[in-house]
């Protein structure tokens, strides 16, 4: 399992158990106030333990059962009449969302419960992925106030753009081509969607096609050849199943890389893989889609006609 999700894991765990420990004192110190309640305490934990030993022999437990039933509504009043509620008792978590399980369960429209992140967990995961994600290569490259101004000109842009990042905050992106001539804001809203996912503690990457290849040509390299050091083999290892693993990935620039005997394969085995696990792909390119078409013939081509939507760049301004 990937470390941080460890590393996060024990930190809820914590949690959970200092505040077992901090109720337990507070307990402690009620009891303590309130004699005739711990008193009353001790007789129920008596009988309780009794009537185990009975039925372990066999033995009838009726008027056993009574005189608890009795003491528990004498518990009861004794409760009320020093103003503790039940509540009192329970632990309380540090998070109160999630009880610190680190997850909620939400319904959807359609009346489904899944559990999801709970924003505890989600503020926890969210440095580490962005760290991940490679968006610290891209300094303002964001959904922050402000960031539609630069499509305000061209209204058809500021709707598209403003419809994704919604999907973006909302969770449901889904695959996507971004294409038009350079500095329309492709990679700007790109990146700032993957920044976006990585702030909600979900996986994101940007990676440029070229460097990908790269990666991908050093695994092949090191398949290969007779002996790589062990913590490199690791590292690269992790960097390709990274590319097929994160929740949303931006391939930007198609269509600048180079060409090699590989690069289509590559392509398809990342589209191939991601879509059957149903994981989010966003591809950013210059060409448009006569020219895409020419120059991935076959099956790469016909996987994002087919399954990713098209958003035209056009308009205005000078961005990324
Ligand atoms: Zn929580």
């Not at 070229?210 to 040509?217: F, K, N, P, T």
């Amino acid at each position: 399992m990937d470390s941080v999700f460890e590393d996060v894991r024990s930190i809820l765990e914590n949690r959970r158990l200092r505040s077992e420990i901090l109720q337990q004192q507070k307990n402690e110190l009620i009891l303590e106030e309130h004699p005739q309640l711990q008193k009353i305490e001790e007789q129920i934990s008596e009988i309780s333990g009794q009537i185990l030993l009975n039925s372990l022999d066999g033995k009838n437990n009726d008027d056993l059962s009574a005189e608890l039933r009795k003491l528990q509504r004498k518990r009861e009043d004794i409760l009320m009449d020093c103003g503790i509620s039940a509540d009192d008792f329970l632990a309380e978590p540090y998070c109160k969302k999630c009880g610190d399980t680190g997850f909620v369960r939400v319904t959807g429209k359609d009346g489904i419960e899944t559990d999801t992140l709970c924003e505890c967990m989600r503020s926890l995961l969210a440095p580490v992925m962005i760290s991940r994600s490679g968006v610290d290569r891209y300094p303002g490259y964001s959904f922050e106030k402000g960031s539609e101004e630069f499509f305000s000109s061209d209204p058809v842009m500021l709707g598209t753009y403003t419809k994704l990042r919604l999907l973006a905050e909302k969770e449901k992106i889904p695959n996507a081509v971004f294409y038009g001539s350079s500095g329309k804001g492709k990679t700007f809203t790109a990146v700032a969607i993957a920044r976006q996912y990585a702030m909600q503690g979900r996986s994101s990457l940007v990676v440029r096609i070229a460097e990908a290849q790269e990666l991908l040509m050093e695994h092949r390299k090191m398949i290969q050849s007779f002996y790589t050091p062990a913590q490199k083999e690791r590292m690269v290892e992790k960097k390709v199943s990274y590319l097929t693993d994160v929740d949303l990935l931006v391939l930007d620039d198609l269509g600048i890389e180079p060409r090699t005997a590989n690069t289509e394969a590559d392509l398809l085995n990342i589209l191939d893989t991601r879509g059957l696990s149903g994981k989010t792909t966003i591809i950013t390119t210059n060409l448009d889609m006569e020219t895409l078409k020419e120059r991935y013939r076959g099956r790469v081509f016909d996987r994002i006609d087919r399954n990713f939507a098209k958003f035209h760049f056009s308009g205005g301004g000078k961005h990324a």
